[in-house]
């Protein structure tokens, strides 16, 4: 299996806050790697496809970036309703599809 | 306006069966992969399987003994068997819409199932 590890687990940041949020694939994966962002009671909801394409509708706030087994969702000035746990998962060819285990992101 | 609905039972006895379905409205099974994955309360999500636009299937290897997804497409849903369930398949279930190596991109809102006597 590929093992997706996310960092930090959960954090605190304000209103208007530039958040980072980091994902590192146990082997290399190209850019097939996906964000969802999900709130509480809600399925995930897709924001960004292979590393960096922003789906549409999804503001611009949000960016994706890397390839091979490092990867960032950033987003440039944290909105209320950014609040919200976000995973990434993998897509690669190689079987399971498997998703990092998440990152919180709370309000200061 | 495409929208996956999943139903069934909320409440499983452990050892039991547990089996969902996903009703497909406004698209048909054609040139689409579709999966089931869960997540136990206040856990992350697990891939627990898909079905092929050819009708072929894939399941996670952790539960690849117990599970089964099947297709009725005269009816546009296709279903999730869980064998030999315990509390620790209570989870949400979610069934999902994707293309080979591309994202899940649409979702089902979920249905929670608890393993309990």
């Known amino acids: 299996d590929i093992q997706m590890t996310q960092s930090p687990p959960s954090l605190s940041a304000s209103v208007g806050d530039r958040v980072t949020i980091t994902c590192r694939a146990s082997q290399a994966i190209g850019v097939y790697l996906n964000w969802y962002q999900q709130k509480s009671g809600k399925a995930p909801k897709l924001l960004i496809s292979a590393a960096s394409n922003l789906q549409s509708g999804v503001p611009s706030r949000f960016s994706g970036s890397g390839s091979g087994t490092d990867f960032t969702l950033t987003i440039s000035s944290l909105q209320p309703a950014d609040f919200a746990t976000y995973y990434c998962q993998q897509s690669y060819a190689i079987l399971p599809f498997t998703f990092g285990g998440g990152t919180k992101v709370e309000i200061k | 306006q495409v929208q996956l609905q999943e139903s069934g039972p909320g409440l499983v006895k452990p050892s039991e069966t547990l089996s969902l379905t996903c009703a497909v409205s406004g698209d048909s099974f054609s040139s689409y992969y579709w999966s089931w994955i869960r997540q136990p309360p206040g856990k992350g999500l697990e891939w627990i399987g898909y079905?092929?636009?050819?009708?072929?299937?894939n399941y996670n290897p952790t539960l690849k003994s117990r599970v089964s997804i099947s297709v009725d497409t005269s009816t546009n849903q296709f279903s999730l068997e869980l064998r030999s369930v315990t509390a620790a398949d209570t989870a949400a279930y979610f069934c999902?819409?994707?293309?080979?190596?591309?994202?899940?991109?649409?979702w089902g809102q979920g249905t929670l199932v608890t393993v309990s006597s």
């Open positions: 079905l092929s636009d050819s009708g072929n299937t």
């Open positions: 999902a819409r994707h293309r080979w190596l591309q994202p899940f991109d649409l």
